[in-house]
């Protein structure tokens, strides 16, 4: 069986400029690399952000300075309690479970607040944004910080309103009635 190469009788797709190397070799099969011949790959672009060597120190150096101040306070806290009695230990786990209540029920009532505070600016049709310019210590002054922002707003945008529909009076050709002939034609008619 005789095999013959097709390759060798294609016509090349530039135009003549790879018919030399085919035909050098026409067994070769053409997209492929020579031996000889070395392929430059460029490296891929770095993805993401990269760090020097001093940024990532200071990272680490920061974390630490954390995690350090974390471990002195718990072991400032053991130290405080392995001075107490039985009694001591009871109020002050007493105490801190309270403080830490009041912190959460008082973040629950500031989120509560927030999106009380959402709705009635969505009523109001006011844009959700000027949630940062509420008040939300308590719902009175919420509210009231709210009708203060809606009078404000509705001031400014009729204000805003009232100088774009102000306009100077339309200027005719040349600004004169007397001599513009296309006026003087609907006057006289």
Request: hydrophobic share 35%; glycine share 6%.
């Amino acid at each position: 069986m005789l095999r013959i190469p097709m390759q060798f009788f294609a016509e090349p797709a530039d135009g003549g400029a790879g018919a030399d190397v085919q035909a050098s070799n026409p067994a070769e099969p053409t997209g492929t690399a020579r031996q000889g011949d070395v392929q430059k790959t460029e490296p891929a672009p770095p993805t993401g952000k990269t760090f020097t060597q001093e940024e990532v120190n200071k990272m680490i150096s920061e974390r630490l300075a954390r995690e350090q101040k974390k471990f002195d306070e718990k072991m400032e806290e053991a130290a405080k309690l392995a001075k107490m009695n039985a009694e001591e230990k009871a109020k002050y786990a007493a105490e801190k479970r309270e403080a830490d209540l009041t912190a959460r029920e008082t973040a629950i009532q500031k989120k509560e607040l927030r999106f009380e505070a959402l709705n009635i600016l969505e009523e109001n049709k006011l844009p959700a944004k000027l949630i940062d310019c509420v008040d939300l210590t308590s719902a009175e002054t919420s509210k009231a910080s709210i009708e203060a922002i809606k009078t404000a707003w509705q001031t400014s945008v009729q204000a805003e309103v009232d100088a774009k529909l102000k306009s100077d009076p339309p200027q005719y050709s040349g600004g004169n009635k007397q001599t513009d002939t296309f006026l003087l034609g609907f006057e006289e008619g």
